[in-house]
Structures are given as C-alpha cells and as structure tokens.
C-alpha cells in the first residue's frame, strides 16, 4: 500500500513537507471521528459501519502512507517491530499496554 501511495505522489507531484502530511492525516482521523459520531447520533445509537465510513477509511490510510513516504518510514517495518513489542509485553505481563502498573493501584 505504501508503494502504491508513493507512485501516486510521483505520478502527480505531490510531494510535500512531513508537517503538512501530519496535519493532513489529523484531519482525515477527524473527518473519521465526525462520521462515526453523526452516524451513532453521538452514541445513542449501535455502531454501524456505513459507505462514507469506508471513504474516511481509505483517506486516513493514503493520509497514513502519504506521511511514511515523506518521512522515509517504512510502514511495514514500523508495524512488524510494534507487534514484536507488543508480542514481548503480552509475554512478559500478560497485557500489551506500556502505562499501566499494579504499582499504580
């Protein structure tokens, strides 16, 4: 995904600063955040997933890949290493979370 995201950048000469990906991918999580909200009337109602939902989805994602590029990250690379951290902590603790201590109870 994050390669497809990089040739469209090229193809299109959309290259731009990391500080305006960021502010791009915050707005599309935004965008996503308002849709869910609307969409369950602020919680009154289930959660259903919707096809301007999927829209959102995708936006935050190129969003998300459009950043990585800028930054030179790969993706991948920074997931795989998260579920490996992630893996450790589960086997360590028997929970992924980093915040949380039973010294804090």
């Known amino acids: 995904m ?3 995201v990089a040739n469209f950048i090229a193809e299109y000469n959309l290259n ?3 500080q ?3 502010i ?3 707005s599309e999580i935004g965008e996503l955040g308002k849709e869910i909200l609307t969409s369950t009337d602020y919680g009154k109602n289930g959660f259903t997933p919707n096809p301007k ?3 959102e989805i995708g936006d935050c994602l190129f969003s998300f890949f459009a950043m990585c590029h800028e930054m030179k990250i790969d993706a991948e690379g920074a997931l795989n290493k ?3 951290k992630y893996e450790q902590r589960f086997a360590d603790k028997g ?3 980093s915040m949380y ?3 804090w109870v």
């Open 16 to 18: 731009t600063d990391v």
């Open 101 to 103: 201590t039973e010294e």
């Open 20 to 22: 305006t990906r960021y």
């Open 53 to 55: 939902m999927l829209d």
């Open 24 to 26: 791009d991918l915050v």
């Open 95 to 97: 929970d992924v979370g």
């Open 82 to 84: 998260s579920l490996s």
């Open 2 to 4: 994050q390669k497809a």
